[in-house]
């Protein structure tokens, strides 16, 4: 990192903000064939979610009455599909290698803002002058976390809609959660570390909004997104049947249309309100269940070693006792 940063800087005479967005940019292009095998990839996982489904349910049933031959059948079922929708867990996981370069990343920058190199402290540009400190009106700290929301709103950096791969809870986490921590995290960083990580949460956004679009996916040469089956759709699977559920009578009430601050200030409102449910019902049970006192067997072991240590007691008492009277006569 250090190494690309400093030609980047020296080869094209840039002032530092443009060298670290370049470099930024550099690193990101290096790695877009990993995020264009890892969104062909999810889009193939998306695929076969709705069929490996129903036997990763029965796999837990199986698993919990210890059922070891069903297992065995269950996951070569999986493995079967999984192969014929080509499916590489090996490829999914290429566009994590941006996380030990970031980190790379992350101290370089750190420590050229701690000595500081020459220019850096007036390297920057508009409001940001000094690339040492942190930004005074939190204005980078805000974008990122911004973008980094809408990209995970657009399915990720593959574009690949996570909701049937992935939790509520879990996406609740990475939609709201993230954001909220970098934003936390980063307004105290240097300015010159803010600006590299709201570059790559652009061009993170960017990637998300491309790979959404099934031109692009065809002209890159990614699998697209499945679509709704019919009952009489089976695909290649005979057996296997995905039919599509209407929704329920309460789902399919029109709501009002959302602007786009609108809905997303509604969404983190909604997810504050689970997680102080969530809250109220923990304390609700811990409050039924005597909270923080000893559970029934530990007041037992207590009451076992009290009586040992009773016993201990006495024996020493009495040996103490009859040694005194040994003294007297």
């Not at 193939?44 to 029965?58: C, G, H, V």
């Not at 970031?102 to 940001?128: A, C, E, K, N």
Request: charged share 20%.
């Amino acid at each position: 990192m250090e190494y690309l940063l400093e030609h980047v800087h020296i080869w094209t005479q840039t002032p530092w903000w443009a060298s670290i967005i370049l470099s930024a940019f550099l690193i990101r292009l290096a790695l877009f064939k990993l995020n264009i095998n890892a969104a062909d990839q999810a889009g193939r996982l998306a695929r076969a979610t709705p069929l490996i489904k129903p036997i990763q349910d029965k796999l837990k049933v199986a698993s919990a009455t210890r059922d070891t031959h069903t297992m065995a059948v269950l996951s070569a079922q999986m493995k079967s599909i999984m192969k014929a929708e080509g499916v590489s867990y090996l490829k999914l996981l290429g566009p994590f290698l941006q996380v030990p370069l970031g980190y790379g990343t992350f101290r370089l920058l750190q420590g050229m803002s701690h000595l500081p190199v020459p220019g850096l402290d007036s390297g920057g540009i508009l409001w940001i002058r000094d690339l040492t400190i942190a930004d005074p009106y939190f204005t980078l700290p805000m974008l990122t976390s911004v973008m980094m929301y809408y990209t995970f709103k657009r399915g990720g950096e593959t574009g690949t809609s996570n909701a049937a791969t992935m939790s509520p809870t879990m996406k609740n986490a990475f939609t709201y959660g993230l954001p909220l921590m970098s934003f936390l995290f980063m307004s105290f960083w240097p300015a010159c570390v803010q600006l590299t990580f709201t570059t790559t949460s652009m061009i993170a956004l960017g990637t998300a909004t491309l790979f959404r679009h099934s031109g692009i996916r065809t002209f890159l040469g990614i699998s697209q997104m499945p679509t709704l089956r019919s009952a009489t759709d089976t695909g290649p699977y005979k057996g296997v049947i995905n039919v599509y559920q209407p929704p329920s009578a309460s789902e399919a009430v029109a709501e009002e249309p959302k602007g786009v601050l609108r809905g997303a200030v509604a969404d983190i409102k909604g997810a504050a309100k689970n997680v102080i449910g969530t809250a109220r019902n923990y304390q609700e049970k811990r409050s039924k269940s005597g909270g923080g006192r000893l559970t029934a067997g530990e007041l037992r072991r207590a009451k076992a070693y009290e009586d040992k240590r009773k016993r201990e007691l006495d024996v020493e008492k009495w040996e103490a006792e009859g040694r005194r009277a040994g003294r007297r006569t």
